[in-house]
């Protein structure tokens, strides 16, 4: 005959179990029941268990990272700092910082370094208060693990407007750069008074701004009414034209304090771009000695590669929203677009032989918007230059764009390359070369300064490369020696798309 046993019957491990399978609340009401009850549900190990769960904590910290005295303690110190907030928010949130900072430590530890402590409610209730708005719940709770971003100023300008730290990143081409830093509350008063004054906003306006390029105009708007989030194109300064930047369907519950369903624009774009970063879709790139999160994309379907006789070629493309014009039917869309090329470390491959160096000289882009071909160019170079790659170098990267009337579209083509070499010199060498000259003579004219031009083709590259500076075009360097035919190297098609979440 099957008898009943109660919790106080139960043996310290099967306890244990239970307790631990009923989560923090319940754990806290059977602490009433009975002292034995009251000791089990005391014990540090349960509560250890119960902060890793929920906070992912592996110590016992409270919010601003203090030590506290047991899990127990800890946990309760979190539960009394977030207490005017639905917990699963509270979790979700701290869940999507850690992904943040856990990939920032890894990858990227001079941005976590900018991250600033979080904000205070009062400090929260000062931007509501002068901006007349109502945060989004979601956006609130992202302000209280971090008001934003803050420069650190080693090694960079004395101004954040002058870094490439941005937590979001951005991308280059031509003249136009982009890094976009998330705003402190601060900043966020600051911005939003300088657009309600300059743009044309209305006071009674709900829109506030959250994040912004430290270069090239380029800002997101919060809808503290609906919790979307937008960006300006450039129409902007003109009549506030903005896109939206996360899917509408998928924003709920924005003020709601008693459901567990919360998401607004903010907490979702944030958490979209941590996916995009702990998946490698995107990744810290370098330009010199200058680091920066790139936005194009680095992995299939959105980033193509092909080899192509040793050559191979990554292309991928960025929206920019803020060149965007929705009014112009022919080029309402823009589109940025980066191509990588390297040679493999078996070389240049023609007809069975191989060569140690091959130089583009020819491009061929074909770009369609949706599947109409809009372009067929043919043309000489890429951006001025005729990039000669070695192997195993770093990859030649090059950025261009293209205005698209379609929401959609893709490109496609190839390079014709030539194998051979150029006498020896690579172009940084020859850069390097005529640096130095220029710096010695300070015309525009080159003078041979002994000992630093050897050869009758150092000085034929020096001269044309100072004639190229003096007048600011580019540093053209062909080679002098081809070997082999011209062979085409394919640029498999990349998808031109304005995507769901946008950065």
């Not at 929920?54 to 207490?83: C, V």
């Not at 503290?224 to 369907?249: F, H, K, R, W």
């Not at 200058?290 to 191979?312: D, K, M």
Request: aromatic residues 8%; contains cysteine; hydrophobic residues 35%.
């Amino acid at each position: 005959m099957e008898r009943e046993v109660g919790l106080d019957q139960l043996g310290d491990l099967a306890l244990h179990i239970i307790l631990s399978k009923l989560g923090p609340e319940d754990t806290v009401r059977v602490s009433c029941v009975s002292r034995r009850l009251r000791l089990s549900t005391s014990e540090d190990s349960l509560w250890a268990l119960f902060c890793f769960q929920d906070l992912q904590l592996s110590t016992p910290q409270d919010h601003q990272g203090n030590p506290a005295s047991s899990f127990k303690a800890a946990y309760q110190l979190w539960r009394e700092a977030f207490a005017m907030y639905p917990w699963p928010l509270v979790k979700r949130v701290k869940r999507c910082w850690d992904k943040l900072k856990n990939w920032l430590s890894n990858d990227f530890p001079e941005v976590e370094a900018t991250l600033r402590s979080g904000a205070s409610e009062s400090d929260i209730q000062q931007l509501e208060t002068r901006l007349k708005v109502k945060l989004p719940l979601p956006t609130r709770l992202l302000y209280r693990f971090h008001d934003g971003q803050e420069r650190t100023d080693e090694g960079h300008s004395s101004t954040w407007l002058g870094s490439s730290l941005g937590i979001i990143g951005g991308y280059s081409f031509y003249n136009h750069l982009v890094n976009v830093y998330l705003l402190p509350i601060s900043q966020v008063i600051e911005g939003t008074r300088m657009v309600i004054r300059h743009l044309g906003f209305s006071s009674r306006s709900k829109y506030i701004v959250v994040a912004a390029s430290a270069y090239r105009p380029k800002k997101f708007f919060l809808n503290c009414t609906n919790g979307q989030l937008y960006v300006g194109t450039s129409n902007l300064p003109t009549d506030g034209e903005m896109i939206q930047c996360v899917p509408n369907a998928l924003i709920r519950s924005v003020h709601d304090l008693h459901g567990d369903q919360q998401q607004d624009a903010m907490l979702l774009w944030l958490e979209e771009h941590g996916r995009r970063l702990e998946n490698g879709i995107i990744k810290v790139c370098e330009e010199g000695n200058v680091r920066s999160i790139s936005l194009f994309p680095e992995v299939p379907p959105l980033c193509s590669t092909a080899v192509t006789n040793g050559v191979q070629v990554r292309a991928s493309a960025a929206f920019v929203p803020e060149l965007a014009n929705l009014q112009d039917s022919a080029e309402k869309y823009l589109f940025a677009y980066s191509i990588r090329m390297s040679l493999l470390p078996g070389g240049c491959i023609i007809d069975g032989m191989t060569f140690s160096s091959c130089q583009l000289n020819w491009r061929h882009w074909i770009i369609r918007a949706n599947e109409a071909i809009i372009s067929d160019v043919n043309g000489e170079a890429v951006i001025g230059q005729f990039p000669l790659l070695h192997p195993g170098e770093d990859e030649f990267v090059y950025e261009s764009c293209t205005p698209l009337s379609s929401s959609s579209g893709s490109v496609e083509g190839s390079f014709t390359f030539v194998p051979g070499s150029n006498g020896g010199h690579r172009c940084d060498e020859i850069v390097n070369l005529v640096c130095g000259i220029q710096a010695k003579t300070k015309r525009k004219v080159c003078r041979v300064v002994p000992g630093e031009v050897t050869s009758d083709r150092q000085l034929e590259l020096a001269r044309y490369a100072l004639e190229s500076i003096a007048t600011k075009r580019p540093v053209i360097v062909r080679l002098a020696d081809p070997k082999g035919r011209p062979f085409d190297v394919q640029v498999a098609r990349f998808p031109l798309q304005k995507p769901d979440y946008v950065f």
